[in-house]
């Protein structure tokens, strides 16, 4: 990392970019964890509740 600047560069959404930036944008995140574990659904199917446990006693 040096005082050299950013060029060549239009934003996040140029994901085709000659040098590799270590920060993913959203899509190429979603793409390469479908890549690792497969398809990554757009709404989930279950959504968890857990109930809360009482409240914690004031003294």
């Not at 993913?24 to 199917?45: C, F, K, N, Q, Y």
């Not at 279950?46 to 004031?58: C, D, E, I, Q």
């Amino acid at each position: 990392m040096g005082d050299a600047p950013i060029t060549g560069r239009t934003g996040a959404s140029g994901s085709k970019h000659a040098e590799q930036s270590p920060i993913r944008t959203l899509s190429e995140d979603r793409l390469h964890v479908s890549m690792r574990l497969g398809p990554v659904p757009a709404e989930p199917d279950v959504t968890v509740t857990l109930p809360l446990g009482p409240p914690p006693k004031r003294s």
